[in-house]
């Protein structure tokens, strides 16, 4: 094992232990009927596991290691964004049979779910793609679906937000609490992050159950983060070929 994997190993267990701590505390304060503080928690664990799930990205070469990549580890929006690929990966009991016996399928017409597709679109041009220059094409509206933008324009990060802060008005009237979370709410997101936290095991077993949905979510941000031909032209040698 080069220094390197051990690197990366190192921090997608630390990033999972993290989420798993986070999560168990969630637990305990839903206990006391805390449901504010315990999403609030639950979202934060979600957060670390999309972490080590990034990082999983970059060791299996799906992502490269970019400043912008790094500096994506402390973006909440793209976190959350990341979420909506892990849960591809990691689906609820009633769908997970059907999806285990899809694995021994070779079908050359397999596509992503539109989410999925416009999480990978929102990550890599909406963020990724501003930070690299600022001028960067806009995506137009048919890029991505409008649940996927909330995501993106920072829907999960202000829940966690109002899960434990007031937040008043201009004219200084309360408009939230942290009390006016449900526990159903509080349930619903208990849940999913559980989902995430069996896949973000997996990730740190060195594996993914759902294989064959990991190599086409791999081989498509592959593609999306692949230098154009113009800009490996612009670099190549003198005779100006572009090499894959």
């Not at 679109?121 to 806009?138: A, C, H, M, Q, T």
């Amino acid at each position: 094992m080069t220094n390197s994997q051990s690197n990366w190993n190192v921090a997608i267990k630390e990033c999972v232990a993290n989420g798993e701590r986070l999560f168990e505390d969630a637990d305990l304060l839903q206990g006391f009927d805390r449901h504010g503080t315990a999403l609030a928690l639950v979202i934060l664990a979600e957060e670390e596991f999309s972490k080590a799930f990034l990082l999983y990205l970059v060791q299996d070469k799906a992502l490269p290691w970019t400043p912008e990549v790094r500096r994506s580890l402390r973006n909440h929006e793209c976190k959350h964004l990341l979420t909506v690929l892990m849960e591809y990966l990691a689906p609820g009991m009633d769908d997970l049979q059907s999806r285990l016996m899809d694995q021994l399928k070779d079908d050359p017409e397999q596509r992503l779910p539109r989410e999925v597709v416009s999480a990978i679109n929102l990550y890599r041009y909406d963020k990724i793609g501003k930070w690299e220059s600022p001028y960067s094409d806009v995506l137009e509206p048919d890029d991505y679906d409008s649940s996927t933008k909330r995501i993106s324009d920072g829907h999960v990060d202000r829940a966690k937000q109002s899960a434990i802060y007031v937040n008043l008005g201009r004219d200084g009237t309360v408009l939230t609490t942290p009390l006016a979370v449900r526990p159903e709410e509080m349930e619903r997101e208990k849940e999913r992050c559980d989902r995430l936290r069996d896949l973000a095991r997996e990730i740190q077993s060195g594996y993914i159950l759902l294989a064959r949905d990991y190599r086409l979510l791999k081989e498509i941000l592959s593609a999306v983060f692949s230098p154009s031909v113009t800009a490996v032209a612009d670099s190549d040698d003198k005779e100006g070929r572009a090499q894959p």
